[in-house]
Nanobody, 122 residues
Framework: QVQLVESGGGLVQPGGSLGLSCAAS????????MGWYRQAPGKQRELVAT???????MYADSVKGRFTISRVNAKMTVFLQMNNLKPEDTAVYYC????????????????WGQGAQVTVSS
């Protein structure tokens, strides 16, 4: 059983900071790209940031310069540091990992976390 468990999030005032973390566990052989997505009420899920196994990163234009994605491969964990938060950042944030398992070592698959609420409001 493979799972991603998120922690962090919460309520913060505009201009504040929050951090999210997401740890993978289970019979995982390898993890390629890890990333964060978000879904606001009434909107589609959108990409926030991704990070490859080698550390290369990509960000949505809306969060560039404010959010930082990082990972610790040995702990199969990805982080998202969010600074200068805006009300429009309010959403449920989901982590995703593209991974292979020992049972299916040649078939990469997507695994999602359960979601963490981030609310930016005064």
């Amino acid at each position: 059983q493979v799972q991603l468990v998120e922690s962090g999030g919460g309520l913060v005032q505009p201009g504040g900071s929050l951090g999210l973390s997401c740890a993978a566990s289970g019979s995982i052989r390898s993890i390629d790209t890890m990333g964060w997505y978000r879904q606001a009420p009434g909107k589609q899920r959108e990409l926030v940031a991704t990070i490859g196994s080698g550390g290369n990163t990509m960000y949505a234009d809306s969060v560039k310069g404010r959010f930082t994605i990082s990972r610790v491969n040995a702990k199969m964990t990805v982080f998202l540091q969010m600074n200068n938060l805006k009300p429009e950042d309010t959403a449920v944030y989901y982590c995703k990992a593209v991974l292979t398992t020992y049972r299916l070592p040649n078939y990469p698959s997507d695994c999602w976390g359960q979601g963490a609420q981030v609310t930016v409001s005064s």
